[in-house]
């Protein structure tokens, strides 16, 4: 009867411990950078707001394409702080973000990883666009990989 309660045990700790592992967000990189106009950046900074890290290239057409969505999605959120961190990736060119940058007016906080730092901090991120959704508390609430369903990102802002 003895084995048969610590096997029971032992199945209940190993569930718990999956679930918790299921459940639990992770907690986002703190990553240090310095935006196009020179201004340091931290996700520290923004602690207590969801933030939207995405990750493209000007080489990337889905990227650019998506580019007017971010811009609306940021300036219907930013006033309740909701943030916005475009990451450029390492091998994209400088000039051409740049000229992206002032030509589509992006309102939101753009980096050049030139080294490949913060996708590294990510995961090593290497797909574009790939984006993740920081809740207010810092952790990663959602990956997306591709296009992202903006009606579900809409409503994972606004609940906070």
């Known amino acids: 009867m003895g084995k048969k309660i610590v096997g029971i045990a032992v199945v209940l700790a190993a569930a718990a411990a ?3 592992g299921l459940t639990q967000k992770p907690a986002a990189p703190d990553i240090q950078a310095v935006d196009l106009n020179g201004h340091p950046v931290s996700l520290a900074q923004w602690h207590g ?7 493209w290239a000007t080489t990337c057409p889905g990227c650019v394409q998506e580019m007017p ?3 609306a999605l940021y300036q219907q959120y930013h006033p309740a702080g909701f943030q916005l961190l475009a990451v450029a990736m390492s ?5 051409q973000i740049q000229k992206l940058v002032n030509e589509q007016h992006l309102p939101f906080v753009v980096v050049y990883d030139a080294h490949g730092d913060i996708s590294h901090a990510f995961g090593d991120i290497r797909l ?3 984006a993740f959704l920081i809740d207010d508390s810092g952790h990663i609430e959602q990956q997306i990989i591709g296009d992202p369903n903006f009606a579900d990102l809409q409503r994972r802002i ?3």
């Open 91 to 95: 091998y994209d060119d400088a000039a």
């Open 49 to 55: 707001h969801p933030v939207y890290v995405d990750f």
């Open 128 to 130: 574009t666009p790939t």
């Open 18 to 20: 999956l679930y918790w």
């Open 158 to 160: 606004a609940a906070g």
């Open 69 to 71: 969505k971010l811009v």
